[in-house]
């Protein structure tokens, strides 16, 4: 019976990157087929009402895990504070992993809300966890990224 994941849109070819494009991923296609996983599509920025494009954002200070506990801070290229924005983003994928009945998510390193692994602050790679990883996490979701397959 094929299991439900939630998957970054960028890595499914859909262009939801502030950019405009997307990060179409074929290992990442070929994983959902050979381990018989139906992807849904999430992309927290979009579901938070950002537009894309949209200005790039990075961390300031902290990760994910300490934006959601108001000690970091994630921010636009003009300075402008968006933790609001993107704890909403990572609010409404909760929402739609729940509605689907997905227990993992197969998420793009890097990104501020969908990193895994490492995350961009000041500047820097760094490592970290996207604000929408650390609440699904928060909440018992298993989170990988494509560097994992
Ligand atoms: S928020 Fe996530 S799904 Fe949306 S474009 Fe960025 S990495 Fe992709």
Same mark, same amino acid.
């Given at each position: 019976?094929?299991?439900?994941? &939630?998957? /970054?849109?960028?890595?499914?070819?859909? /262009?939801?990157?502030?950019?405009?494009?997307?990060? $179409?991923?074929?290992?990442?296609?070929?994983?959902?087929?050979?381990?018989? &996983?139906?992807?849904?599509?999430?992309?927290? *920025?979009?579901?938070?009402?950002?537009?894309?494009?949209?200005?790039?954002?990075?961390?300031?200070? =902290? /990760? =994910?895990? *300490?934006? $959601?506990?108001?000690?970091?801070?994630?921010?636009?290229?003009?300075?402008?504070?968006?933790?609001?924005?993107?704890?909403?983003?990572?609010? *409404?994928? &909760?929402?739609?992993?729940?509605?689907?009945?997905?227990?993992?998510?197969?998420?793009?390193?890097? /990104?501020?809300?969908?990193?895994?692994?490492?995350?961009?602050?000041? =500047?820097?790679?760094?490592?970290?966890?996207?604000?929408?990883?650390?609440?699904? &996490?928060?909440?018992?979701?298993?989170?990988?990224?494509?560097?994992?397959?």
């Amino acid at each position: 019976m094929p299991q439900p994941i &939630l998957v /970054s849109a960028c890595l499914l070819g859909l /262009s939801t990157r502030y950019d405009g494009q997307s990060k $179409l991923n074929e290992k990442v296609l070929n994983y959902l087929r050979n381990h018989n &996983l139906v992807p849904v599509p999430v992309c927290p *920025e979009q579901l938070a009402g950002l537009p894309t494009p949209r200005p790039k954002t990075f961390f300031a200070t =902290g /990760s =994910g895990p *300490e934006v $959601l506990d108001d000690r970091g801070r994630v921010i636009r290229e003009d300075q402008t504070v968006m933790n609001e924005v993107f704890i909403r983003g990572a609010k *409404e994928t &909760l929402k739609v992993a729940h509605l689907a009945g997905c227990d993992r998510a197969l998420f793009k390193d890097g /990104s501020p809300s969908c990193g895994v692994h490492r995350i961009c602050r000041a =500047g820097s790679k760094v490592a970290g966890q996207g604000i929408t990883t650390a609440l699904l &996490l928060r909440n018992g979701l298993q989170v990988f990224s494509e560097e994992n397959l």
